[in-house]
């Protein structure tokens, strides 16, 4: 097995790639329409059938699905097998309206199992390695997806799920635990009371994270791998596509999709339109092997850039950018768009003297959109004085100013009072 999981389909050429591609998708097309009436009319409203898909290319003139079309067909809409062939049925996390549903039967396990074998090996994974799982254990995806993929390979898995920090250092300290399963925020309140517990993570065992389910920055990634003394992969994915296995880190630390599973394209969010590789658009996926719940042209919402180059790793399986975050995350203020990830790679400069903790409060006044981002300051700064902390704040605001170009105030809060996650950050609070 050597360096690769799968060394056929993480090395296949471009050309054999786009044959199996091409196969893959009339199927998908053709499955769909003939098993969802969801995508019976809205191919029929479009007037294109499957047998039009001739090439790859073709794609484009399909439909595309939205989250509103999975919540409108809530629950069973989207399913395209009797409940006999179901094996499992997982749920998103999203708070409003229905949730998102997925549907697996036992083969589309696993092939989920073995994306996340795949990506797991290529971050260094090893079946002598013994991995906690932080990731919530239950609807969600990430704590069985993680849980799978480890399996497979052959790990010893402890199957902690989130909280009860306390716990995962302990566990991780008796057991030697030498790779973590979390969110990159959880991570980081792990790091912070394991440091409160006069516990160094350094010294631990531990050598290799595996983050994901929320947008994190590359500032962020160095300041989990200096206070944990590891590695910290990534990856990337969705409930509606399967949960995480979409795309993962290799040793370069470029996102790699597993495209023999799941076929991507770029658009425009606003004109809908397709985008050449090496443009920053929407993140649109198309499912090729799934049997349960068919995907054609998902609008992920997320915000990335695909790009085809050789990677140093060998594998030449399509490579996206980190999300910059998602477009309905997007902040319009002032009429300037602008992303949390932004904000935070510019909070990050500033580690040596606060705390990778942060809420952004959006107020609206009169027709004014007023902004503030709490920053947390580390216990030096906090005993430094009132002072120091309003020179820092002058400095992180007109960093921000430089960068982003709007105003946006800074206010230095007292240490550990921002909220810490087990799961998703919440970064936003927008009460406009
Ligand atoms: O978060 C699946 C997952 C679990 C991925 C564990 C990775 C690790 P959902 O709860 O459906 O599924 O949320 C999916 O989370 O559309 C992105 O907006 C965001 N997301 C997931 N991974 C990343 C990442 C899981 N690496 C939504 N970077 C996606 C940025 C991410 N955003």
Sequence with gaps: MGDYWDERWETLE?????????LRLKEQVKWAYEKIPFYKHSFDAKGVKPADLESLEDIKNFPFTLKTDLRYNYPFGFC???????????????????????????EDIDQWTECMARGLWAQGIRPNDIVQNT???????????????????????????????????MLMEDFGATVLFSTPTYALTIAERAEKLGKDIRKFPLKIGCFGAEPWTVSMRKEIEQRMGIKAHEHYGLTELMGPGVSFSCEDYKLHINEDHIYPEIIDPVTEKPLPLGSQGELVLTAL????????????????????????CGRRLIMMDKVLGRSDDMLIVKGVNIFPSQIEDIIMSFSDMIEPHYLIHLKRKGYMDIITVDCEAKIDLFNAGKEKIKELEKSIS?????????????????????????????????ER
């Design 289 to 312: 092997q799934r049997k349960a719940m068919p995907l054609i042209r998902y609008r992920t919402r997320d915000i990335t850039t695909l790009r085809r180059e050789e990677c140093s």
């Design 398 to 430: 007109n960093r921000l100013f430089e960068t982003i170009g709007i105003d946006i105030p800074i206010r230095i809060v007292e240490p550990e009072s921002i909220i810490r996650s087990e799961g998703k950050a919440k970064r936003v609070i927008d």
């Design 80 to 106: 395209s097998v009797s409940m006999d062939e179901v094996a499992r049925i997982h749920v998103s996390s999203g708070t409003t309206g229905k949730p998102i549903i997925s549907f697996y039967t036992k």
């Design 135 to 169: 990731y919530s254990m239950g609807l969600f995806t990430g704590g069985l997806g993680f849980h799978q993929g480890s399996e497979r390979i052959g790990c010893a898995v402890i199957p902690a799920s989130a909280g009860i920090t306390e716990r995962q250092i």
């Design 14 to 22: 471009l050309e054999e790639m786009e044959k199996f591609q091409l």
